[in-house]
Each structure stands twice: as C-alpha cells, then as structure tokens.
C-alpha cells in the first residue's frame, strides 16, 4: 500500500539524520519513554508487534494513524475564534461550546514516532511561489480554513483572495507568493439531475423516471482545470456516496454513465464509486503538472450516535473516545450508523493501490474524536456531527500533510 511505502522512507530519513554511534541507545531510550507514555492510555487489547522484552530493530516504520491522544504537552492551536474564514457553524469557541477551548489542545502521539505541530511561517517561506490545491467537499474544505487560518497569522501582510481554475476560493499571500484554493465537488465526477424522455432510452426500459446523471470519466468543471495550476493536491471523496438524503435509492438514486452512455446493469453507490476512482485517478496522474505532489485524503469519520443526522442523533461527548468504544462504533461488523468512514476506505485504498498519490491517513485518528464536532453549536436544527470545530483537529490532519510533504520533497523520492 502506498502509505506503507510513505512512512517507511519518512522513518528512515528521519533515522539517517542522526550521528550513528549515539543513535540506537538514542532511539531505544526515545521509543521506551514513549511506549511508557502510550501504555498507559492505550489497553492491552491492542496487541502490538512491539514488546519490551524485544525491541524491535531500526528504523522501524512509523505509522502515523497508530497512536493515541494525549493532553498534555498541549498543542498550542496558531489561531483563534477570530479567523474570519471559519464557518459560522464551525467556529465552536465562538458558539460557546463547552468543551471548545480544550478540543483543539489534545495532541496525537504516533506509537512509534512524533508528529510534529507544522510551522506556518516555516511553510510560507519552504512553499513560496508555489499553489496547494483542496478538491473535495466540505471536509475538504474544513482543513483548507485549517490551513488558512494557520498561515495568516504568521502573514500579517495582504492576501489576495480570487478564484483561480475553477476554485471555490482561493487565496495568495502576497508576500510570499504561496496560493492555497479550496475547489468544491462531491463525487470528483460531473454529475446533475437527470429525467426519463420519451425516446425510450436503456433506464426509462428499465422504468426510471428521475435521478441523478453521474459522468464516471468526466472530471466537475470546478476542478479539471486545477491540476494544470496547482503543485500540490489534496483529493477527498467519500460523504455523498452514502448520502441518501440526496441521492434516495428511489426518488433520485445515481444513474452511471460511461463514454455518454448509461452503465447497464445499473450500479449502485459504491460500485459507481469504484468506477469514478477508476477513472479520475489516472486523470490526475496523466494532468496533474510534472512534479505536482498528489495527496488523497482518507475518510473522515461521522460521529452520530442515538440515530443518524434526520434521527436526532447527536454527539454529546467532552473528550476522545477509547480504543473500545472506538471499535463499537466504527467497526465494520457493527454496521453501526457512522460504518461509512471504513467502508470508503476500503474503496480507496483498492484504486489507490500502484499509483504515485501519497495516501493522507486521517481517519482512525479521527475516529477518536467524537468530542470535536460542532453538534448542537453548530447553529442547524441537527446536531453537526460530522463537520469539525475550528481550530480542531483539522488542525492535526495539517500537520500531518505538512510532515509527509517535506519528507517527499526533501527526501530521495
Ligand atoms: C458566548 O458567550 C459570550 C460571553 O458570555 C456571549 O457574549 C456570546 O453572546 C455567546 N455567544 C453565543 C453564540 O451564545
Ligand atoms: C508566483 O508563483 C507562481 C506559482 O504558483 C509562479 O508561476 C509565478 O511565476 C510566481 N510569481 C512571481 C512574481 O514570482
Ligand atoms: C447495515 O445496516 C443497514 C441499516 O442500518 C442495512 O440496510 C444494511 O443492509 C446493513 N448491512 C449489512 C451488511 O448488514
């Protein structure tokens, strides 16, 4: 799998850097001190591959989405309520959210590595002249605000804001010549209402009558420009597939069209999900500009619990979930009401598999924290317990952009 490939080339960068003599007492002493730290948060369910009897040998790969999170050291968010680009309904600390000042001070810690807080005024001078493009949905966009907010308040001159290719919005800041745009789109693939004519085509014979018309080879207009602009790319897909509020099984389910043509038999949601990957991911490879940096984002997980979002279920809780509830909620077994987050990844990483994308693993730390949604403070009749407060964790999902970024830059590969 290519995050495995990732970590490992991180994992020995970060080993080479070090003067040899010192380094396995060094890295023995570091891992100890650290396995201590995570033992005591983590339950002897998880069995490891670690033991103290035997170490393991170095450089072992660091698995970043395999750690816990801790409250202490802090992490010290880079902005604050005032941001002007986060969302109402996302700005928890603004709403008052009782937990809201402490949510984005939990910090990740990987078992076997560190994850370092990213550096904004470091990133604006590494990445001058340079253009990070966002293309997915809404949690897409919650981490492109992330970023944003970062980085203005390490450039207090003028950003431009614009809509470069497509984007939703975009921003440069002028000082450094560091562009970073937010281009919307649900499925990656165009898609718009569709009806039965009276020709009589292959879905009316099939008694369609409305729907959804979804191009599986045909890139939304709000992006297919992007991958001629941006040096560095970060995809998502992955809520609306399992949207039937909007694409009712019945009322307007998706209807798969290949080369202008319907797919027949009909597919369902995530057969035709398969079939976009299939198609849009060799897209971005063949256009994407030589040298771009593709990231594609795993599945942020949903945390409603008592009922979906139109159920009046909710996320009431003040802190991270543990490893057992964890497991309750989202493993796929249960097929528990927020059971989408791992199914789209098993999606993902199959048409993922073999291409140069370097896979953002976000969501099993993410799973841990039911208690940064928005929920009643997020202003909606429904609790919001899929979007995340900002700062939040978004805030952590950057860093670990950040860190794999650099690793691939400055690295060999
Ligand atoms: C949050 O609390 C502050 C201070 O008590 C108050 O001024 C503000 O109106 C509250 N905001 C909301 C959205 O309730
Ligand atoms: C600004 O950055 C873009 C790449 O994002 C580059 O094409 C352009 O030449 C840069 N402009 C200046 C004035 O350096
Ligand atoms: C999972 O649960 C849903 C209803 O909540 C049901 O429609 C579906 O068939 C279940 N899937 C499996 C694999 O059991």
């Given at each position: 799998m290519a995050s495995g490939r990732v970590t490992r080339e991180v994992n020995e960068q970060q080993s080479t850097k070090?003067?040899?003599?010192l380094f396995p007492l060094l890295s023995l002493l570091c891992f100890t001190s650290i396995f201590l730290l995570l033992s005591q948060y983590r339950?002897?369910?998880?069995?490891?591959?670690?033991s103290t009897s035997a170490p393991p040998t170095f450089p072992a790969a660091c698995d970043y989405s395999d750690g816990a999170w801790l409250p202490r050291p802090a992490r010290t968010p880079?902005?604050?309520?005032?941001?002007?680009?986060?969302?109402k309904g996302w700005n928890c600390l603004a709403a008052n959210k009782s937990n809201a000042p402490s949510l984005a001070t939990w910090r990740w810690q990987p078992r076997r590595c560190d994850l370092p807080q990213f550096d904004p005024a470091l990133f604006l001078r590494a990445r001058a002249h340079s253009s990070v493009g966002f293309v997915g949905d809404s949690l897409n966009r919650n981490m492109f605000v992330s970023l944003f907010c970062a980085l203005k308040t390490a450039s207090p001159g003028p950003v431009r804001k614009w809509r470069p290719a497509g984007a939703d919005r975009a921003f440069t800041f002028l000082a450094y010549n560091l562009t970073i745009a937010y281009h919307r789109t649900n499925l990656l693939s165009r898609y718009g209402r569709w009806s039965a004519t009276d020709d009589g085509g292959a879905l009316e014979t099939l008694g369609f009558r409305e729907g959804f018309r979804v191009d599986v080879d045909v890139p939304e207009?709000?992006?297919?420009q992007a991958l001629r602009f941006h040096d560095i790319l970060i995809f998502n897909t992955g809520h609306w597939w399992w949207?039937?509020?909007?694409?009712?099984?019945?009322?307007s389910p998706m209807l798969f069209f290949k080369k202008g043509q319907p797919v027949i038999p009909p597919l369902r949601p995530d057969q035709g999900l398969d079939m976009v990957l299939e198609h849009m991911i060799p897209y971005v490879e063949e256009n994407a500009r030589p040298g771009a940096v593709k990231f594609f984002r795993t599945q942020s997980p949903r945390h409603f619990e008592g009922g979906d979002w139109d159920q009046g279920g909710s996320c009431q809780r003040d802190r991270p979930l543990s490893v057992e509830q964890v497991e309750e909620l989202f493993s796929v077994r249960n097929?528990?009401?927020?059971?989408e987050a791992r199914l789209v990844n098993e999606h993902l990483y199959k048409a993922l598999k073999g291409s140069s994308f370097i896979i953002l693993d976000i969501t099993h730390m993410s799973e841990?924290?039911?208690?940064?949604?928005?929920?009643?403070?997020?202003?909606?009749?429904?609790?919001?317990?899929?979007h995340w407060c900002l700062p939040g964790i978004t805030d952590t999902w950057n860093d670990l952009f950040i860190e794999l970024l650099n690793s691939k830059i400055n690295g060999r590969s």
């Open positions: 070090k003067k040899v003599p339950t002897a369910s998880t069995s490891t591959s670690t880079a902005y604050d309520r005032t941001c002007k680009e986060i969302f207009s709000t992006w297919a949207a039937p509020s909007k694409f009712d099984p019945t009322k097929n528990g009401t927020n059971v841990f924290r039911a208690d940064a949604h928005p929920a009643s403070a997020g202003g909606k009749k429904h609790d919001d317990c899929m």
